[in-house]
């Protein structure tokens, strides 16, 4: 292990070393949406809680949320498929804090937009 020009190693840090294991966990889970996926900035997105975008792979939607700020907070989003093309209103979550979660959304039917998908996070 190669130690850092004060002497110390990462394994000194556990805390940090933890979060930056998770980081690099987040990335490895979620990299295929940063390299093959397209970014749709917020089309058809509404989010309340965070800050949010929309990334596009041939296959899957991502919608990317940060919580900016330095408290716990609920994330609620809202978004338009017909852009999408998406059939199936299921959704996954994958947290840079480590947790997951698998689900199924609320489909409604609006008659000007479309299908839409919404989840409270």
Not at 12 to 29: S, T
Not at 34 to 39: N, R, S, V, Y
Not at 94 to 107: K, L, P, R
């Amino acid at each position: 292990m190669r130690r850092a020009e004060n002497g110390k190693n990462l394994s000194d840090f556990p805390e940090f070393a933890q979060h930056v294991a998770r980081q690099a966990d987040f990335r490895k889970k979620t990299e295929r949406f940063w390299i093959d996926g397209t970014f749709q900035d917020d089309i058809g997105l509404r989010v309340s809680g965070v800050f949010g975008k929309v990334y596009k792979t041939r296959h899957e939607v991502a919608i990317m949320m940060a919580n900016l700020t330095d408290k716990a907070t609920d994330a609620d989003f809202e978004l338009d498929t017909r852009p999408y093309g998406i059939e199936v209103a299921s959704y996954s979550t994958i947290s840079s804090n480590g947790s997951s979660e698998d689900g199924s959304a609320t489909e409604e039917e609006n008659s000007t937009q479309g299908n839409e998908v919404s989840c409270a996070l």
